[in-house]
Nanobody, 114 residues
Framework: VQLQASGGGLVQPGGSLRLSCAAS????????MAWYRQAPGKQRELVAV???????NYTDSVKGRFTISRDNAKKMVYLQMNSLRLEDTAVYYC?????????WGQGTQVTVSS
């Protein structure tokens, strides 16, 4: 099983980034997919989640700014991040879960700075 996250980078406040996570080795369509982030000195936190049926949920701080989506045919999950803020700076991880099976990607750095 492999989850390969990409799309991170350096962006100014107010800018946008789109993170991608490519999955392999799993029956992607039946997994719940999620994005987490971990800022320096802080615990990893859930950012957004999308169920196998396409239902989504977001942490309050990103509602209205971030959008999670998935493409089951391509085995991809995305996180569109708009109106980025300094406090969005973190390493972003994708996670696949189904019952007791949990898999993590390697993380991609997002830095919001002027």
């Amino acid at each position: 099983v492999q989850l390969q996250a990409s799309g991170g980078g350096l962006v100014q406040p107010g800018g946008s980034l789109r993170l991608s996570c490519a999955a392999s080795g799993i029956t992607f369509s039946v997994y719940t997919m999620a994005w987490y982030r971990q800022a320096p000195g802080k615990q990893r936190e859930l950012v957004a989640v999308i169920s196998s049926g396409g239902n989504t949920n977001y942490t309050d701080s990103v509602k209205g700014r971030f959008t999670i989506s998935r493409d089951n045919a391509k085995k991809m999950v995305y996180l569109q991040m708009n109106s980025l803020r300094l406090e969005d700076t973190a390493v972003y991880y994708c996670k696949a879960s189904r019952s007791r099976a949990v898999y993590w990607g390697q993380g991609t750095q997002v830095t919001v700075s002027s």
